[in-house]
């Protein structure tokens, strides 16, 4: 299927006077381009992303919005291209990507440059400087940490032993630690690292388990986030593992196997959408996204990381109206009021949270944006 929508409106006659000095021709589009992981250790992330583009609008506010999706396959340089590609040669409006950490801080970089409003599908740290075009969808490692953090201390662990991957979402993950879960009282027993291709970490997992730690915490994500589940388990380890957001895919559960049950995740609440109460501003987002996606992809298909990308759409549905009344598409002026509008308009109701960006907070979620959930008989459940 291709994702470009490049039909003008129908009738030359359709011009909308939005207030302000923005008009919207019969021949304005919106373009959209999309750097994303579908092969590659991340494709586990992006795949779901690339599918979630056939199940959200292709129209807002009477503007027809063509979709540029292109592979990165998880690494910078190509992302870096890729944006470039998206942002010079197809003019876009909107950069979104990518599905893991290192790709989507090289599209934050061109954004950056070339003043795009960017979407990041992965949690990133931002740069000074460099933070003014990028919006994270999902919720920062600090929010998402705190409920391990809570959990851990229910459970009276003291020593943490981490294994992460040896790139830069292992290095926020220690970092997190170090400044929000050494003061509550845990303590980083091990910090041991892999790369996102190794195929085993047998060697790794002999030197956690040396510390005896009271639970262990994996930094990764995508499949390769089964890695030390399934080979600390093979060793006897019966303690707490814990995992994050980055590793909630149904992929994880067929790799890990029976090693998954029991394993803790921090997550947004898109995969639990169906459990939550009614008045819980995600659950409606949530549940029209795993109704859309299930009737196209199967039953339990629905990952977290998709969701970012819906959501993406649930807040162009905000804040393109917005963005109208003063400048249209295509042009620096419309790219700097929709950046305008994302940092000004609250309350924007998602599948993964409610936004409600400011220009010192890209991040823009809270509480509301994050669970716990546990593998029990190969499915979800929530941790009660």
């Known amino acids: 299927m291709t994702y470009a929508f490049r039909r003008p409106l129908a009738g030359a006659a359709l011009l909308l006077a939005l207030g302000g000095t923005g008009v919207l021709a019969a021949d304005d589009v919106v373009r ?12 586990a992330l992006g795949i779901p992303e690339k599918n979630t583009l056939d199940v959200v609008p292709k129209e807002i506010a009477g503007l027809k919005l063509e979709i540029i999706p292109l592979d990165d396959a998880g690494d910078p340089t190509v992302a870096t291209t890729n944006a470039r590609r998206l942002a010079t040669e197809d003019k876009v409006d909107v950069l979104i990507g990518s599905a893991v950490t290192p790709a989507t801080l090289a599209v934050a970089n ?11 599908l992965s949690p990133i740290p931002f740069q000074p400087g460099k933070e003014k075009w990028s919006f994270a969808m999902p919720q920062p490692v600090s929010l998402m940490a705190k409920g391990i953090y809570e959990d851990m201390l229910k459970r009276k662990v003291k020593r943490v032993a981490l294994i992460g991957f040896s790139d830069s979402w292992g ?4 970092k997190e630690f170090k400044a929000n879960g050494e003061p509550l009282g845990l303590s980083m027993v091990a910090d ?3 790369a996102r291709a190794d195929t085993s970490v047998a060697g790794q997992t002999l030197k ?31 303690g707490p593992i814990y995992q994050t ?4 895919t149904r992929d994880f559960i067929r790799i890990a196997g029976k090693a998954a049950e029991g394993v803790i995740f921090t997550s947004g609440p898109v995969v639990a959408a169906a459990e939550q109460p009614e008045a819980s501003p995600t659950k409606a987002p949530g549940m029209a996204y795993t109704k859309a996606y299930e009737a196209k992809f199967g039953e339990g298909t629905v990952t977290q990381f998709g969701a970012h990308m819906y959501d993406v759409f649930q807040l162009l549905e905000r804040v393109l109206p917005v963005a109208l009344k003063t400048a249209r598409p295509g042009t620096p002026e419309f790219r700097a009021a929709l950046r305008d509008a ?9 599948s993964q949270g409610v936004y409600n960006y400011t220009p010192t907070n890209h991040y823009g979620v809270d509480d509301r944006a994050r669970i716990l959930i546990t593998v029990k008989d190969g499915r979800w ?3 009660e």
């Open 192 to 194: 041991e690292r892999y």
């Open 32 to 43: 959209i381009g999309a750097s994303i992981s579908t092969t590659g250790q991340g494709a």
């Open 342 to 350: 994302l940092e000004s308009e609250k309350e924007l109701k998602a």
């Open 171 to 174: 290095d926020l993950w220690v």
């Open 381 to 383: 459940v929530l941790v």
């Open 208 to 238: 956690l388990l040396a510390q005896k730690p009271d639970a262990v915490l994996v930094a990764a994500s995508g499949t390769a986030a089964a890695l030390p589940v399934i080979a600390l388990r093979e060793r006897g380890y019966k």
């Open 110 to 120: 061109v954004a950056a440059e070339v003043q795009v409003p960017h979407f990041a």
């Open 245 to 248: 957001h980055g590793a909630v």
